[in-house]
């Protein structure tokens, strides 16, 4: 059974920093990464990470955001926090035998003063 476990999030100030953390279990992953979703907007990617290594990030997180992973573990440390940062993170997965997505169940980001 496939398991996303995140970590981290809260409340920080503008220009603070948080780390998100998601560890996966039950399968091999391919894709892993972090998507969120604010109030009356869509989920939108924030960055991704391959198996090899390859990334991409959103372009309004370049140069804050910076997204790791160990096997079967991603991090996305998150520098210079803007209010327009907050939303629910979301811990995305993707399955390599038997392709399918899995999600984490959110962690909520707020950047306020």
């Known amino acids: 059974q496939v398991q996303l476990v995140e970590s981290g999030g809260g409340l920080v100030q503008p220009g603070g920093s948080l780390r998100l953390s998601c560890a996966a279990s039950g399968s091999i992953f391919g894709i892993m990464g972090w998507y969120r979703q604010a109030p009356r907007k869509e989920r939108e990617l924030v960055a991704i990470i391959a198996s090899g290594l390859r990334i991409n990030y959103a372009d309004s997180v370049k140069g804050r955001f910076t997204i790791s992973r160990a096997k079967n573990t991603v991090i996305l440390q998150m520098n210079s926090l803007e209010p327009d940062d907050t939303a629910v993170y979301y811990c995305?997965?993707?399955?390599?035998?038997?392709?399918?997505?899995?999600w984490g169940q959110g962690t909520q980001v707020t950047v306020s003063s």
């Open positions: 995305y997965a993707s399955t390599v035998v038997s392709p399918r997505d899995y």
